[in-house]
């Protein structure tokens, strides 16, 4: 049974409610557009955020915040999914939600430390000596079971790789051979292996064997220059804490990229504030040589109201460190206590912290907005609607909430096909507002029969 290969069907039929949001929708010029990348209306949040991604982009905002504020449903994690898909997948984009630091395990502080690192990246160039080329044979040479098992092991593999200028055999361990297994690596194939670590990276398919009619998602590359055994220029992309994972167990080499071959062994380990300061010693000297790069990227948090005090205070002076990222927070809360105080302050979070933040409010949308979006949402998920079905779903989000309506798709698409009806009609969805109630009825409901209800 050859279970790798069987192709996963399921991946294309998930839905989540962002998946219609594929950047922030602006101009070059950074206007937004009434409708683009998914996003409709909210166009003065949306520049905000183009604009604090022009600043990440030109490394000009380490340290700062912005608070994403409004009332639900109006697209503030919609934003910063945004900002983390305009960032494209060089900048590390750290999301977390303000209840995660509430683990039975682990401290407050120590959660929102780890996601600080996460959000700080760091791109590491490096020379190395490498075998390159493509790949002309791969034998691996077996042996009786010296431990008296059955069957036999593997002493060594046998691996032939081509370049421009020559051929090479060379015989190696069978633990590189386990990384070519890994790799998926057969003759043709361009790799390289590392000379100190013995790891082995897949570049592509080498171009000879290019066909006209390729179905399959294959990089095809140009037979390496050069000889085989010669020193590249590597770059990596880590964050911070990649750092401090596999430095929590250290084996080997004490140098960074020999650390970084850790990362896919099992690591549980404490990271301490030591072996953090460690890093970050190990890490500014590799800025000051210029081998590396910091690449400070987004830390969002998500309902920032369920943040403590500590966790506050934590922030507020994390910031001001200098290995600090950009923290962009959300909340939709007005007046509340800030959690562990029964001081109450503009949303949830406390005046000395709100003093450092820059605000940007998102809009409620106007019916027209929210029919566009409706509709955005419908197409995402599937569901045929009628006219009138939108037009119905609008009002509901005009009086609960976009997300309550959005949520109604789904089950009046089922209700319409369960009637035999291929599209949903406003009848469908009527029947799907009857049966599922939104926050606020569902509240008004309580308070009406408090009597009924244990307290
Ligand atoms: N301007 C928009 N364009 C397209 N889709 C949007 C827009 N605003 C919101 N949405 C979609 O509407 C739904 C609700 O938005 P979202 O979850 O971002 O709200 P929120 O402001 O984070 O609410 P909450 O305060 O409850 O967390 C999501 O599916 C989101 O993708
Ligand atoms: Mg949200």
Redesign the pocket.
């Known amino acids: 049974m050859r279970i790798e290969e069987v192709a996963s069907t399921a991946k294309s039929s998930r839905v989540s409610?962002?998946t219609?949001?594929k950047g922030l929708g602006l101009t070059p010029a950074g206007d937004a557009l009434p409708l683009g990348s998914?996003?409709?209306?909210?166009e003065q949040a949306r520049e905000a955020c183009g604009l604090v991604v022009e600043m990440i982009k030109q490394r000009k905002m380490a340290g700062r915040a912005l608070l994403?504020t409004?009332?639900?449903?109006?697209?503030?994690?919609?934003?910063a999914l945004g900002i983390a898909q305009e960032l494209g997948t060089k900048v590390p984009f750290c999301p977390m939600v303000g209840s995660e630091v509430y683990s039975a395990e682990v401290k407050k502080t120590e959660v929102l430390m780890e996601h600080f690192r996460r959000a700080i990246g760091l791109r590491i160039k490096e020379r190395k000596e490498v075998y390159e080329g493509e790949v002309t044979e791969m034998t691996p040479v077996e042996t009786e079971n010296q431990g008296g098992g059955y069957g036999k092991v593997i002493s060594h593999v046998i691996i032939g790789l081509k370049t421009v200028k020559g051929t090479k055999q060379l015989k190696l361990d069978p633990t590189i051979h386990d990384a070519l297994q890994k790799e998926r690596v057969s003759p043709g194939d361009v790799i390289y292996i590392e000379a100190n670590s013995g790891s082995v990276k897949r570049v592509g398919r080498s171009d000879a064997y290019a066909t006209e009619f390729d179905l399959e998602a294959e990089v095809y590359v140009p037979l390496p220059k050069g000889d085989v055994h010669k020193k590249k220029d590597l770059v990596q992309d880590v964050t911070l804490h990649d750092l401090d994972a596999a430095n929590a167990k250290p084996q080997g080499g004490q140098d960074i990229m020999s650390l970084m071959g850790q990362l896919l062994k099992p690591k549980k380990t404490e990271i301490t504030d030591k072996l953090r300061q460690e890093v970050n010693r190990v890490v500014n000297k590799y800025i000051d040589e210029g081998t590396a790069e910091l690449v400070p990227g987004v830390l969002f948090v998500?309902?920032v109201h369920m943040l403590d005090i500590e966790c506050f205070t934590y922030l507020n002076r994390a910031l001001e460190s200098s290995l600090a990222p950009i923290v962009v927070l959300?909340?939709?809360r007005g007046m509340c206590a800030v959690r562990g105080t029964d001081v109450s302050a503009p949303h949830g979070v406390p005046v000395d912290l709100l003093d450092r933040l820059v605000i940007v409010r998102?809009q409620t949308?106007t019916p027209e907005?929210s029919i566009q979006?409706l509709a955005?949402?419908a197409q995402v998920e599937g569901v045929a609607l009628g006219e009138d079905a939108l037009a119905f779903l609008a009002e509901v989000a005009e009086e609960t909430?976009?997300?309550h309506a959005?949520q109604l798709l789904t089950p009046g698409a089922v209700l319409a096909r369960s009637a035999g009806r291929g599209e949903a009609a406003r009848g469908d969805l009527e029947e799907a507002h009857a049966l599922f109630q939104d926050a606020k009825a569902s509240a008004r409901q309580l308070s009406a029969q408090a009597d009924k209800y244990m307290t």
């Open positions: 409610p962002h219609h949001i998914g996003f409709v209306g909210q994403l409004g009332a639900p449903g109006t697209g503030k994690t919609a934003l998500d309902e959300a909340t939709n998102t949308y907005e979006i955005i949402r909430s976009l997300r959005a």
